[in-house]
Each structure stands twice: as C-alpha cells, then as structure tokens.
C-alpha cells in the first residue's frame, strides 16, 4: 500500500497546523488550524464573516487547496486538542470534505462552539467524539486510535493511524508530564508497544526541541505561582493574575491558591468562560466552590464595581490579556475602560510566556509599561511550557523507533532543529528524516 504525508499548513510557521495522510485511496487530515497573528495583524478582520479563500491568502488557515491535486476521498478529519492552531480553520473548510470530525470530547464541544460562531459556511460535518484507549475504523485498512499524552489543554491526545504497513503516528502537541495537575500522565505503556508493532511514521512537533533537558511539570508551576500568591496572603493590594484561558490545569491552580489566602477567584472574560464552564461542565475539572465565572460585558463591569466596593482584597480575578491583546480584560484594565482601578502596590501576576513575535512584545510592553506608571508591581512568567524539550523528544523516539520523522509544528528552525537532533540519532535527511514545507508531500511506503 503506497502511503503519503502531505503537508498542508504550519510547517512554515507556528499556527495554522494541517497534515493529511493518504493511504492508498483513503485520506485522513490532522488538525485544520488557524494562525492568529496573522489575523491580528489585519486589526479589521472579522474572520466569523470571511470566506476562506481570502483567510488562505491572509496565510490565517492553511491552503487546502492542494488537496485537489491528492488523489483520494478524505475519510475523516481528526484534531488532537483545542488549541486553536488546531481546531480553528475547521468553520473555514471542514465543509468541504464529506467527512466526520474525529477528536476527544472536550475537544469536539469545543469545535462545536467554533462551528456554532460561524457565519460564513454552514458546517455540517458529523462530530465523533472518540475517548483515548478506544478505536474508530475508518475503514476496513485503517483505524484511528487516541494515546493519552499532556499538554497545555486537558483532553489532548496523540492520533495513531493504524495501516497494514505500520502505525503513523501524529503527536502534535505533546508533554511527558508524569505528575499532571489535571488528567492522567501519558499513556506510556501504549505508546512503547506502538512501537513494538511498527511505527512506519511519526509526525512530531519541533517548538521546544532546542529547548535542553526535560518540560519542567505542571506541578512546578503550581508550586511557583503558590508561592507567589501565597506570600502576600496579608498583603491589602489587589492581586491580579492573567492566563491562558485554555489552560483549565493552570486556571484551577490559580482558583485554589486564591481561595487558600481567603480571596474569592473571580474569572473575568468571554474565553475565560467558554473553556472553563464546558470543562465545569463535562466533569473535567473541579474548581473551588468560591469561583464565580463572568463572561459578558455587562456582567463583567458590575462584578468590577462590586469588587472596588466591596474592596479588592477580598478578590482574586483571573483575566484574559498575558499576552496584551487589545481589547482583553487587562488591556481594557489599564485604559480605565472598567470600574477596576489599579493602584498604587497592587500586584498583577502574569502566568504565560510572551509568546515570541514582534507583536506580542510590542503590545506586552504598551501594557506593562501602562501598569508601571499606576504603581502596579509586575511578577512574569509564572509559567512552564505545554512544548516537549529535547529529553522528552529523545524519549519519546526511543519508544516508537519510527522508520520515518517527519518534524512538524514550526518553520524552518524550529523543524531543522529536530532535523539536526535527530541525525545526531542516526537518521539520516531525505533517506528517513523529512523536512517538509507547505504544500510538499512525501511518500513513506511504495
Ligand atoms: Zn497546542
């Protein structure tokens, strides 16, 4: 059976990720995401209402329209977490393909929303919702299996292709994270027995590999913004911490720390309320009984004004804004935009990572500097990373022993950077180690 990897989005840079595999006639895509930088950019642009067409010259979804020239029926389309470099490009283009969308639970009520805000094209794709451990036929030569691995999501997963030839194996994005806050560590025993089988194929993400030694564990940021938060437990200043909203681990820690000093957390922000109430919701997480959840314009100023009434100190709201995105609840902070006043000594705890592009920087800074000059004390990157570091890549090939690596998730340093560290291993470029751009295609089995 002759089987091809295709490359059709982020393998030129980070977002918009979009992989197909073609197994003779049967194809099956992983992941249609978006890139938000490059909507930001276009400060205009009200992708709800856009047409594809424009997005892919935008470079925001991935240019799909190679697909044309594969020759086969795409089968199903499978996502492997949330995150919207993954899901987000499904409104623009799942609809073209006669196909059911295949991803975890969370993941899928997440893409239903997603579909649900859509106003352009009517999706109608079947959701499937697959838990790890079981298996969907696609037909009667390949079947899909999740693994359990952690990331920077709950629910997120590695897809496992099996095929008369082998496994391919598609693990983007992935952490070997034996001590999670949230969910179960990584299936490990399933993964070393893939590997045992055959893996013909793995498609890896590169973000972190130059990254040495191992992804600290989510506990270690737990117990790093514990400490923070902890330490001004007597402290009468607003304590302010901003967040991934997708990141229900993180959020939870954050809950719980501000319930342990007696503050009542508060999560403020439309984001902020989607990825938490669907994961309240389906059973995901428990968060303290002390959390409210504020979503809505409204709502969120006249909870603002009772905070300033009521006094700050008795608060802790987590609000969308780490990275300074316009119009997020921090950003609309410092511009006086709500009844939340910053003050003199108060501390604002960011628990993210500037995620590294011009824009981001430039905005942070606009918003630091903004929290400076009211006397805000600034505390950054309580964080650890939701990326595989090198150990956890070398890991991770020990386990599948792949005949094939393809580096994907990133441009060219970053999946040149696996290239290099997977020669160092004895694989060998353009024999069985493929750097692949968007639009390239390489066939793993004649
Ligand atoms: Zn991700």
Sequence with gaps: MDIEIIAVGGFDEVGRNMTAVRCGKEIVIFDMGLRLDQVMIHEDAEIESMHSLDLIQMKAIPDDTMMNTVDGTVMAIVCTHGHLDHIGAIPKLAHRYAAP????PYTIELIRQQIAGEQKFGVNNKLFALRTGQRYSISQNVVLEFIRVQHSI???????LHTPRGAIVYLNDFKLDRTPVVGDPPDFARFRQIGKEGVLALIVESTNVDMKGR???ERIARDVVRDTITSYEDDKSAIIVSTFSSHIARIKTIAECAHEIGRKPVLVGRSMERYSTVAEQMKLVAFPSSLSIVGNRKSIDRVMRRMMKAGKDHFLPIVTGHQGEPGSILSRIVQEDTPYRIDKGDKVLFSAKVIPNPMNYGQRYLIETKLRMRGARIFDDLHVSGHAYRE??????HLLNPEHVIPSHGGL???????????????????DLHILRNGQRITVSK
């Design 101 to 104: 969308i295949i991803a975890t």
């Design 154 to 160: 709950i629910e997120s997963v590695a897809a496992v």
């Design 215 to 217: 992804t600290p564990s």
């Design 392 to 397: 956890d890549h070398y890991e991770m090939l």
């Design 413 to 431: 340093p970053q999946t040149g950077g696996y290239a290099q560290f997977a020669e160092e291993l004895g694989y060998t470029l353009h024999n």
